[in-house]
């Protein structure tokens, strides 16, 4: 039943004029608040948020991976063949748009559950890397557009083929936004806002060990 959350989701943005739907679920482009980028990511907030108060829920995904992975797969096949490869940026599809909608969002958690399940499954014991790159992941996921779009407006000019400029983009990004986070986030005011707590500057004080959820 979890993959019904999308299909509000799918009836709001399926009557939304404005949406560009091959781009998927919109990114607010100001700090004014954006009502479709608010119901579609602030759903996903909300229901971490429950999640992480249910935690018997959240483990029960372990045993429901597979079947998340294998919808999410259909869905998203569905989503492609028509949606198709070209980016349309008009706010409407040549195709069935009501079944692109339920496909697209639906298929969206599939995919949530689908990998939370496998990291639950695969990825729980103790890792003091995974634990960093969870604690670093949400200063990347705030600051990655800038970095990327410099990086994008960098290589452009050189006469490169995608396959080359593409992993030097996301390679160069991830280096720049895991070094910004140990020298500028991690153990300052900005770390404690995004993560919780302030972790020691000195590395051998900072083992990543303290695994208690958030809060306690």
């Not at 949606?83 to 298929?107: C, K």
Request: net charge positive; proline share 8%; hydrophobic share 50%.
């Amino acid at each position: 039943m979890r993959p019904l959350i999308g299909v509000p989701l799918a009836a709001y943005f399926y009557n939304l004029e404005s949406w560009s739907s091959w781009t998927g679920l919109p990114a607010p482009l100001s700090l004014a608040p954006d009502s479709a980028s608010l119901l579609g990511y602030g759903t996903a907030f909300a229901v971490g948020w429950l999640a992480h108060r249910q935690p018997d829920r959240l483990l029960a995904l372990e045993r429901r991976w597979l079947p998340f992975a294998v919808f999410a797969v259909i869905l998203t096949v569905v989503s492609y063949a028509i949606a198709g490869p070209t980016p349309r940026f008009e706010p409407y599809l040549e195709g069935p748009l009501l079944i692109y909608s339920v496909a697209y969002l639906a298929g969206a958690w599939c995919w949530i559950f689908a990998l939370l399940g496998l990291a639950v499954r695969y990825l729980s014991n103790v890792s003091p890397a995974r634990r960093y790159l969870a604690d670093a992941s949400y200063w990347m996921y705030l600051m990655h557009l800038s970095v990327l779009a410099f990086f994008a407006s960098w290589l452009n000019p050189l006469p490169w083929h995608w396959t080359i400029k593409y992993p030097i983009q996301v390679a160069s990004t991830i280096a720049v936004l895991l070094v910004s986070y140990r020298l500028f986030v991690r153990s300052t005011f900005i770390g404690a806002t995004l993560n919780g707590r302030r972790y020691p500057r000195h590395p051998a004080l900072d083992t990543g060990h303290d695994l208690a959820p958030r809060g306690c």
